[in-house]
């Protein structure tokens, strides 16, 4: 019989750094947001202290890390006991289920990732129980119940797909598959779940795009966009933002990967203008080695990506003018600006409206720059002051 494929629960890094790099959200509207996003970030419930929420993130991700479940568990506690008022117990009650919560999550995620990189040698899954008294009925009546791991079954019993769960799946190949047993899908029990705990490993991984193409314009912005937009989040080293900006952070680091390489094959600046509401790419364009349009469509609330050729993504005086809007009025102004250079990603906006002599100031600059005669020192100093002022924002992404 061939050997089937099993994997490590402990310690697990992959399962560490799902924890680690999800951001952290205030908890006020998180429970607005959709499933596909909830599971992008961490947060809980009482706690609005974005610090204190990256702090019990950190602990959790220490249990696959090798840290033991009562360690963590004490940790947590105590992290967590200013906020039930001082409670010992319901402190230790509210770790134990944040463990539980987010621990196991962790590991599904990183099992079901290993599991689709090997699906095409291991094409079947089998559920397994950990056998012990504390099994549900529901979920004992799945135990060695074996399925084709592209069954539409998995999407809503992929352990733990209910409260508590401690489930597994373990991969298959043909042989040990079809010697055990394959349950037709049609004939596999459908437990109810104990609550409205809802858990799907490939949310994890779908992208923007495709996330954006699974339901419709409408749904889309009531379901998705709106939500977002209510959600305050963190990365770790970077400003606070709202979940729907992170999103399009996330869309554009994608992007940004593809057009530097076409840039980097023909040394062309590329451009790519988005509509900041709703995500959708409105037009692309190719430059030259010195520049390329990049005008957001009137009547839109847009948001552009570029290139850099000479391997700097600081923003250039031009940039900072197009940036402010067709009009020179600021009020089409562009909401994101995204500068890619090699590797390297920058997002920058303009937050408010800069002083008359500073407008003046950037103007000549870009006459400077074009006539090649600008001093670089003193406009990277100049934009440092802009953003001291609260007037633009610069944040690198990558």
Not at 41 to 68: C, M, S
Not at 302 to 312: A, S
Request: charged content about 30%; glycine content about 8%.
């Amino acid at each position: 019989m061939t050997t089937r494929l099993t994997i490590e629960t402990f310690p697990n890094e992959a399962a560490a750094d799902y924890i680690r790099g999800k951001a952290v959200a205030d908890p006020t509207h998180f429970g607005n947001l959709p499933a596909q996003l909830k599971q992008r970030a961490f947060t809980v419930a009482g706690v609005e202290q974005l610090d204190a929420l990256r702090r019990l993130r950190n602990i959790i991700a220490k249990l696959p890390e090798g840290t033991t479940w009562d360690e963590a568990k004490r940790e947590i506690a105590a992290e967590i006991s200013p906020f039930t008022g001082g409670d010992a117990k319901a402190a230790k009650a509210r770790a134990d289920f944040m463990l539980r919560t987010h621990g196991f999550q962790a590991y599904a995620v990183a099992r079901h990732q290993q599991q689709m990189e090997t699906v095409r040698d291991f094409p079947y899954w089998k559920y397994e129980t950990v056998g012990d008294s504390r099994v549900r009925p529901g979920h004992a009546a799945l135990d060695g119940k074996v399925l084709r791991a592209d069954d539409p079954w998995w999407k809503t019993h992929y352990p733990p797909w209910d409260w508590g769960c401690r489930c597994i799946v373990v991969a298959l190949d043909e042989e040990d598959a079809q010697e055990i047993g394959v349950t037709d899908s049609n004939q596999m029990p459908m437990p109810e779940r104990s609550g409205r705990y809802t858990f799907d490993p490939t949310n994890a991984a779908i992208d923007f795009d495709k996330l954006h193409d699974s339901c419709d314009e409408p749904d889309w912005k009531l379901n998705f966009v709106n939500p977002a937009k209510n959600v305050t989040v963190q990365v770790d080293g970077r400003e606070p933002e709202t979940m729907w900006e992170l999103m399009l952070d996330q869309k554009m680091q994608k992007t940004a990967r593809t057009v530097a390489s076409e840039t980097q094959s023909d040394g062309k600046e590329r451009a790519v203008v988005f509509d900041f509401n709703t995500g959708k790419t409105l037009k692309e364009n190719t430059g030259s080695a010195s520049g390329v349009e990049a005008d957001i469509p009137e009547g839109v609330t847009g948001g552009t990506l570029h290139t850099h050729t000479n391997g700097d993504n600081t923003p250039s005086p031009l940039d900072l003018l197009t940036g402010f809007g067709r009009n020179g009025d600021f009020s089409s102004r562009s909401r994101a600006e995204y500068i890619v250079a090699g590797k390297t990603l920058l997002r920058w906006q303009w937050l408010k409206v800069p002083k008359p002599e500073d407008a003046k100031r950037i103007k000549s600059f870009d006459a400077d720059n074009k006539a090649g005669r600008i001093d670089f020192d003193a406009w990277w100093t100049f934009l440092r002051l802009l953003a001291k002022g609260g007037y633009i924002k610069l944040e690198k992404l990558s």
